[in-house]
């Protein structure tokens, strides 16, 4: 079955979730494990990830959950068009100028005049389209610089699936965090490099007073504070490593069961015990788990 075009899986001018996914040519490790050239890429994790950061502080975009893996990058994403129409015209140049480098008061204010030009790029800083480009030809242009080679870095477009509903959205999320563990790279959550629950685990240790500073701007899960979950961070960590401990077919990866829960390792009190069940449902616009 062909698949969908892009104009028919993401509703413009909507609020929405998107999983996106992105694989590196041939699926080879060029952020990982090289077998053709011998070498070790995992510091191009970094890379996607701060390029995640700073795609996150431009455009209205939330990056719910992510996950760089040695071939291939997942992207839970909810855009937020009600955002960028709330922006003046004066902060929709700055931050598409900054996508190129730093910008003059002058720069600025010249593209802030061109009505037509502004109103063609708030739409474009509410487009997923548009964000993967930045991530995707950044990452492929530093990546053949540093191999001094040219040529193809990512397998043709990124897939995006719709996430239609809250249960699938937490599915995805889910399903992203748990990357490393369900290919056995990882045992933990927090051992679970370059994700966002590593992240979330890291902050949650640190204090939220260190959050502004952290490489990627993360929507809060909570959504009594803006989030996207009705859960709170500790009950998402909890129903996590519950999930991880789980054998999943055709995956080799599992959490151990006689690790204590995430919350004994990490000295946290858990603040609820989890009240629902969520339904995964699968479907050509709705991630599921299995």
């Known amino acids: ?48 990830r701060q390029r995640i950061g700073l795609l996150a ?12 893996m040695s ?32 910008a003059t008061a002058e720069q600025i204010e010249t593209l802030a005049r061109n ?33 001094e080679v040219s040529g193809r870095f990512w397998e043709g477009r990124f897939t995006s699936q ?9 599915a995805c999320a889910a399903y992203v965090d748990l990357n490393p563990i369900r290919a056995a790279i990882a045992e933990t959550l927090e051992e679970s490099d370059f994700t966002s629950v590593q992240q979330r685990i890291e902050e949650r240790s640190a204090g939220d007073s260190r959050r502004p500073s952290s490489v990627v701007r993360l929507c809060q899960i909570d959504e009594r504070d803006g989030g996207f979950l009705p859960l709170t961070r ?17 995956k080799p990866g599992v959490t151990p069961a006689a690790l204590p829960p995430v919350l004994e390792r990490l000295n946290l009190s858990p603040d ?19």
């Open 1 to 48: 079955m062909p698949s969908a075009a892009r104009a028919e899986i993401v509703a413009a001018g909507e609020v929405g979730f998107y999983h996106c996914i992105s694989r590196c040519v041939r699926r080879a490790c060029l952020c990982g494990d090289d077998g053709v050239t011998g070498r070790n890429f995992d510091h191009r994790k970094e890379w996607v």
């Open 57 to 68: 502080q431009v455009f209205a975009i939330d990056v719910c959950a992510y996950a760089a």
């Open 71 to 102: 071939n291939h990058l997942h992207l839970l994403l909810r855009i937020r068009p009600d955002l960028a129409e709330k922006w003046t015209a004066e902060e929709v140049a700055s931050r598409w100028l900054k996508l190129s480098g730093s």
């Open 115 to 147: 009505e037509k030009r502004i109103a063609e790029l708030r739409t474009r800083l509410a487009s997923l389209s548009w964000f993967m480009r930045y991530l995707k030809e950044y990452i492929a242009r530093r990546a053949n610089a540093e191999e």
């Open 162 to 170: 719709a996430l239609l509903d809250e249960a699938a959205v937490l």
């Open 234 to 250: 500790d009950g998402y960590l909890s129903l996590l490593d519950r999930i991880a401990r789980l054998h999943r077919p055709g």
């Open 272 to 290: 609820e015990l989890l009240g629902f069940n969520p339904r995964f449902h699968r479907g050509n616009r709705v991630a599921f788990l299995n």
